[in-house]
Nanobody, 125 residues
């Protein structure tokens, strides 16, 4: 499976963006999906995850209530709707696929086997 993240950009504080993660290749194989982000000089951190069929989601405390993860398996695409953005949300955002923990994806970068290339999100103050 190949993942392609898109939708990043420059936005002011309080603004919104929607990121997309399009899968190609063996998309018939079920996988859970996670969004992670990495700011300069910091470790890659968990943002949100969704089970293989979209029936359960998980969020980091820092984005809970502001971000929403979703997926459309017919389109092999996942989304991250980001509202009320803050300067501390500035980072490169990555989507990743987990082929093992389909019903209970983790928050660990080590559990995701395939990664997209990342899309830059910059929030100005």
């Amino acid at each position: 499976v190949q993942l392609q993240a898109s939708g990043g950009g420059l936005v002011q504080t309080g603004g919104s963006l929607r990121l997309s993660c399009a899968a190609s290749g063996d998309t018939y194989i079920s996988y859970a999906l996670g969004w992670f982000r990495q700011a300069p000089g910091r470790k890659r951190e968990f943002v949100a995850s969704i089970t293989w069929n979209g029936d359960s989601t998980d969020y980091s405390d820092s984005v809970k209530g502001r971000f929403r993860i979703s997926r459309d398996n017919d389109k092999a695409t996942a989304y991250l709707q980001m509202n009320n953005l803050r300067p501390e949300d500035t980072a490169v955002y990555y989507c990743a696929a987990d082929f093992i923990n389909l019903r209970d994806p983790t928050e660990s970068v080590h559990d995701y086997e395939y990664w997209g290339q990342g899309t830059q999100v910059t929030v100005s103050s």
